[in-house]
T-cell receptor, first 115, second 111 residues
Framework: GAVVSQHPSRVICKSGTSVKIECRSL??????MFWYRQFPKQSLMLMAT?????????EQGVEKDKFLINHASLTLSTLTVTSAHPEDSSFYIC???????????FGSGTRLTVV | QQQVKQSPQSLIVQKGGISIINCAYE??????FPWYQQFPGKGPALLIA?????SEKKEGRFTISFNKSAKQFSLHIMDSQPGDSATYFC??????????FGQGTILTVHP
């Protein structure tokens, strides 16, 4: 089945630094990828939708200058949390939509802790 | 505006019992109705999904029922096992659009 690889699984960074999270579709092409944020015991909140080769579309209330999304190829999207602060600590999850066989596959998530 | 309402928030069943989770939506443009299973510290995994042209789909112990007129769909887990203990999300969406996640249901299956 479709597999999405997300790295790193856990990252701890100092306040003010930037962190990059990678999301790769391993066996299918993903023209569209999604980035979610999940707080403990809560649902997934969509942050942005990225289409290969174009700018990401951010959900209302999400700072596009803080959460930089790049989707340069059909198999790779990255989320960079810039100037991270403790309130950015969360579980970040990516999802890729198979452009041939309609379906959404999720990565295993990245636990970001900002200290 | 809350587009998707999932119930119950939590559910406790005994091993071998039936677990039922419901999802109500408002957007009539939705044409993809999946259920996801999430274990702590992991991303959601697709459990089962249905399209609006069928009213029921069964895969092993998992059945999804869809009521288009009522704008509801449900997940039934037959012969529930302790290993089914997880958080379940409905996440209806549109073709080539995005998914809208429900609030989640924490299922606990006691041995």
């Amino acid at each position: 089945g479709a597999v999405v690889s997300q790295h790193p699984s856990r990252v701890i960074c100092k306040s003010g630094t930037s962190v990059k999270i990678e999301c790769r579709s391993l066996d299918f092409q993903a023209t569209t990828m999604f980035w979610y944020r999940q707080f403990p015991k809560q649902s997934l909140m969509l942050m942005a939708t990225s289409n290969e080769g174009s700018k990401a579309t951010y959900e209302q209330g999400v700072e596009k200058d803080k959460f930089l999304i790049n989707h340069a190829s059909l198999t790779l999207s990255t989320l960079t949390v810039t100037s991270a602060h403790p309130e950015d600590s969360s579980f970040y999850i990516c999802s890729a939509r198979d452009s041939v066989n309609y379906g959404y596959t999720f990565g295993s998530g990245t636990r970001l802790t900002v200290v | 505006q809350q587009q998707v309402k999932q119930s119950p928030q939590s559910l406790i069943v005994q091993k071998g019992g039936i677990s039922i989770i419901n999802c109500a939506y408002e957007n009539t443009a939705f044409d993809y109705f999946p259920w996801y299973q999430q274990f702590p510290g992991k991303g959601p995994a697709l459990l089962i999904a249905i399209r609006p042209d069928v009213s029921e789909k069964k895969e092993g112990r998992f059945t999804i029922s869809f009521n288009k007129s009522a704008k509801q769909f449900s997940l039934h887990i037959m012969d529930s096992q302790p290993g089914d203990s997880a958080t379940y999300f409905c996440a209806p969406g549109t073709s080539y659009g995005k998914l809208t996640f429900g609030q989640g249901t924490i299922l606990t299956v006691h041995p």
